[in-house]
Each structure stands twice: as C-alpha cells, then as structure tokens.
T-cell receptor, first 114, second 110 residues
Framework: EAGVTQFPSHSVIEKGQTVTLRCDPI?????LYWYRRVMGKEIKFLLH????????ESGMPNNRFLAERTGGTYSTLKVQPAELEDSGVYFC????????????FGPGTRLTVT | QQPVQSPQAVILREGEDAVINCSSS?????VHWYRQKHGEAPVFLMI?????EQKGHDKISASFNEKKQQSSLYLTASQLSYSGTYFC???????????FGQGTILTVHP
C-alpha cells in the first residue's frame, strides 16, 4: 500500500511569492490533515478535511493560507504571499476515520522563505 | 492547549528501559504516540483510546489514565533504532486533530 506522498520535498522562495504544496493521501482515506513544524517548535495542526469538506480549519494562521481538496482526493495548500515566518516543514497526514484512527504522515515539504 | 511531555531528553544504553510521560489539561478521547527521526516523517507507534483499547507496536507499550488525562510510553530493552524524538498527540474526538507535545529526544548508545 502506497503511503502519503507530498510534493515538492523542498521549496525555496522569496518573500512575497506564492507556493503551492501538494499532498496525496493513502487511497481510501477520507480524513486528510495538514500540520506544520516551525524550527525548534512543536508540530502544529493547520486544518482537517473530511473528503472534500473542511472539518476544522482552526489552525490556519491567516488568510494568506488557502487549502483545497479536490473531489476528496489530493489536497493543495497555497501560501500567497509568503512571509519569512511561513518557513518550516509542512506535513500532511491521512486516516480512514472509521475502524482505526491512527494518522499516517507524509515525508513533509520543507519550505524556506528568504 | 499543548500537552506537556517529560522528560525532555533521555540517553540510554542498548537494552535499557525508558518511560516517557504526556499530560494534558483537557478531557481526551485518545492519545497517539509517534516517533520522528531527523528529517523524516513522524511514524505512528501507538494509539490509546478512551475505554482502554490500544493498538500499535509489538515492542512498545503504553498506558492511558483517563481520569488524570495522562499517558505514558514504555520502551523496554531499547535498541539503537529507538533513537529519535517521541511525540504524544492527544485528540478530543475520534478523528480530530492531534495536538502535539514538545517532544522527548531519546538517544540510544551501543
């Protein structure tokens, strides 16, 4: 079974530019989560999709961040315009949300804003 | 609110045991435990559900005290591969978000 995949693995952009991160969850997983780890700090929740609907977006830092999940499959997280404090590692995780609740994480996208 | 993990760091020799604790101030539905190695994704280890159900690793055990909102992860006969940062991630609903602790850095030496 393929795991959660994320693209790109690394992205370096300048302040003010736009970046789009992509996550492909494990097939059949209705729940998709975005998390972020800023250097030296804990992993923080950003938002949660159930299929294509946003279940919880309480962790989104501001309106520069836009997440979508097309047809309940892959998800994108767009940052526009990027600021220096957006640098960090963005993780995506998925779970079935049915019999078992464990969340399986992708390898992350390391975003550096200069 | 972020759960509190203790200790912040542990250094072991191969074969030694360790306990990592996680405390939350809010009522919990479940506690997840993950291990992350540098530059890699967090890897699922255990989940403890309200009511006593557990699922996870065959060489790692854990406990969940619902009344105290505390969980402990027990690593026995540690191996070099156990090195990494351990995170607890409580949830308040069955498929809700994980609220991670600050992590416990475990280092196992030969």
């Amino acid at each position: 079974e393929a795991g959660v995949t994320q693209f790109p693995s690394h992205s370096v952009i300048e302040k003010g530019q736009t970046v789009t991160l992509r996550c492909d969850p494990i097939s059949g997983h209705d729940n998709l989560y975005w998390y972020r780890r800023v250097m030296g700090k804990e992993i923080k929740f950003l938002l949660h999709f159930v299929k294509e609907s946003k279940q919880d977006e309480s962790g989104m830092p501001n309106n520069r961040f836009l997440a979508e999940r097309t047809g309940g499959t892959y998800s994108t997280l767009k940052v526009q315009p990027a600021e220096l404090e957006d640098s960090g590692v963005y993780f995506c995780a998925s779970s079935t949300g049915r019999v078992s609740y464990e969340q399986y994480f992708g390898p992350g996208t390391r975003l550096t804003v200069t | 609110q972020q759960p509190v993990q203790s200790p912040q760091a542990v250094i072991l020799r191969e074969g030694e045991d360790a306990v990592i604790n996680c405390s939350s101030s809010k009522a919990l539905y479940s506690v997840h435990w993950y291990r992350q190695k540098h530059g890699e994704a967090p890897v699922f280890l255990m989940i403890l559900l309200k009511g006593g159900e557990q699922k996870g690793h065959d060489k790692i055990s854990a406990s969940f005290n619902e009344k105290k909102q505390q969980s402990s992860l027990y690593l026995t006969a540690s191996q070099l591969s156990y090195s990494g940062t351990y995170f607890c991630g409580p949830t308040r609903t069955s498929y809700g978000k994980l609220t991670f602790g600050q992590g416990t850095i475990l280092t196992v030496h030969p």
